[in-house]
């Protein structure tokens, strides 16, 4: 699983939504493959639902180039079951990354379409946000 080398804080501070709207400028655009899976709703992605999409799809894609272009570096912490509070910060359960819609989560390059759309409708059933698969014949038409 995809997890940070370095921790510098355990805990980061909750933005309460404030970050979760609006749609993205950066990492919107196809830059390394010929096809890319977008989101189109926000939510987190985990460290583990990401392992699992990309495992579907580079075992669907063999010969092909697979690109993540996101990275859970953002730790979410838990505290044990019957603790009481004032005890201080629990530890970290998994890592995770913010989604807006209009990131693209996974570009492809050097398969066929139909073997790309197959494993990307897949892989998008492991996601917790809705995504459409975009190319780039798509972007010049």
């Known amino acids: 699983m995809l997890t940070p080398k370095k921790i510098v804080h355990k805990k980061v501070f909750n933005t309460y939504g404030q970050r979760r709207r609006g749609t993205l400028k950066r990492g919107a655009k196809l830059e390394h493959g010929d096809f890319g899976l977008k989101s189109l ?38 505290k044990a079951s019957n ?10 359960e998994y890592f ?3 989604v807006k819609p209009g990131r693209i989560l996974f570009e492809v390059k050097g398969v066929s379409e139909d073997k790309v ?11 917790p946000v809705q995504c459409k698969i975009i190319s780039k014949e798509d972007l010049f038409a």
């Open 41 to 78: 709703t926000t939510n987190w992605i985990s460290s583990r639902q990401l392992e699992s999409a990309r495992r579907v799809i580079s075992k669907i894609c063999k010969g092909g180039k697979v690109y993540i272009r996101i990275f859970p570096s953002r730790p979410v912490t838990q």
């Open 83 to 92: 603790i009481p509070m004032g005890v201080g910060v629990g530890s970290i």
């Open 117 to 127: 759309r197959e494993a990307f409708r897949i892989a998008e059933h492991k996601l």
């Open 96 to 98: 995770m990354f913010p």
